[in-house]
């Protein structure tokens, strides 16, 4: 459909963009599950090391 169309982005715009949008993502989606607290040990798990991750994640690219 728009296959002639290219915008050109500098690395490091983008990578501040994204980073942005993962801090918004991550306040918007922690805080709306901080209610929820998962019954099961396996989801209990995967929650926290999810978040773990997500945060190293961050950590690790604005650091860069």
């Known amino acids: ?20 949008f993962a801090k918004q993502a ?13 019954d099961e040990e396996f989801d209990k798990e995967m929650y926290e090391d999810f978040w773990e991750e997500y945060d190293y994640l961050l950590q690790k690219h604005k650091a860069d």
Do not use: G, H, N, R
Request: glycine share 0%; net charge positive.
């Open 26 to 38: 991550k306040k918007a989606l922690f805080e709306s599950s901080q209610m929820k607290k998962p």
């Open 1 to 20: 459909m728009y296959q002639d169309i290219s915008e050109s982005v500098k690395t490091t715009l983008y990578k501040q963009k994204i980073l942005q």
